[in-house]
T-cell receptor
Framework: AIQMTQSPSSLSASVGDRVTITCRTS??????LAWYQQKPGKAPKLLIY???SLQSGVPSRFSGSGSGTDFTLTISGLQPEDFATYYC?????????FGQGTKVEI | QVQVVQSGAEVKKPGASVRVSCKAS????????IYWVRQAPGQGLEWVGV??????????AQKFQGRVTVTRDTSTSTVYMQLSSLRSEDTAVYYC???FGEGLDVWGQGTTVTVSS
């Protein structure tokens, strides 16, 4: 199974900050990676798919980049509603594997 | 509107089985795979398995092999996940989600399964 290493596990930030979360995979996965946001008590929400494509309805301050084994989620201009936990998920092969999550806190 | 709606919370004893349903509406059921993902209290997301609603073929995480069965009923656009031989570590919120091919774009509200004696 492909191992996912997501970092950091948590970070503190302020409104307006630029935040970067990384996900590294144990083998190359082309661009078959998605990013999800989860708020407490809620289902995850798709933000980015195919490493860099913005899901419909997601604000443009979210962006993704990378291919192969190294991927990045960037939030440019953090908003109060962005405080949440973020996960990467590889959809290159089965079994699908998630990153460990990054909690973005004030 | 496009949605998947899950069945309600379950409380089970160790060794029992649980079946969670996921009813799709607002789209052509057979056009999208359905995933199952779980989240133990305070923990991250864990992939359980997937079903192709057209063929009924499934793939499961090795961790659940032999204990999980995912099926579908095309007449009601419903997917079922059954987990047997429950243990306390299976206490979690179980989500179903639609895969549009490059991501999970529609999620159920989650079903809490509690395993306790």
């Amino acid at each position: 199974a492909i191992q996912m290493t997501q970092s950091p596990s948590s970070l503190s930030a302020s409104v307006g900050d630029r935040v970067t979360i990384t996900c590294r995979t144990s083998q190359g996965i082309r661009n078959d990676l998605a990013w999800y946001q989860q708020k407490p008590g809620k289902a995850p929400k798709l933000l980015i798919y195919a490493a860099s494509s913005l899901q419909s309805g997601v604000p443009s301050r979210f962006s993704g980049s990378g291919s192969g084994t190294d991927f990045t989620l960037t939030i440019s201009g953090l908003q109060p509603e962005d405080f949440a936990t973020y996960y990467c998920l590889q959809d290159y092969n089965y079994p699908r594997t998630f990153g460990q999550g990054t909690k973005v806190e004030i | 509107q496009v949605q998947v709606v899950q069945s309600g919370a379950e409380v089970k004893k160790p060794g029992a089985s649980v079946r969670v349903s996921c009813k799709a509406s607002g789209y052509t059921f057979t056009n999208y795979y359905i995933y199952w993902v779980r989240q133990a209290p305070g923990q991250g997301l864990e992939w359980v398995g997937v079903i192709n609603p057209t063929s009924g073929s499934t793939v499961y995480a090795q961790k659940f092999q032999g204990r999980v069965t995912v099926t579908r009923d095309t007449s009601t656009s419903t997917v079922y996940m059954q987990l047997s031989s429950l243990r306390s570590e299976d206490t979690a919120v179980y989500y179903c989600a639609r895969d549009f091919g490059e991501g999970l774009d529609v999620w159920g509200q989650g079903t809490t399964v509690t395993v306790s004696s």
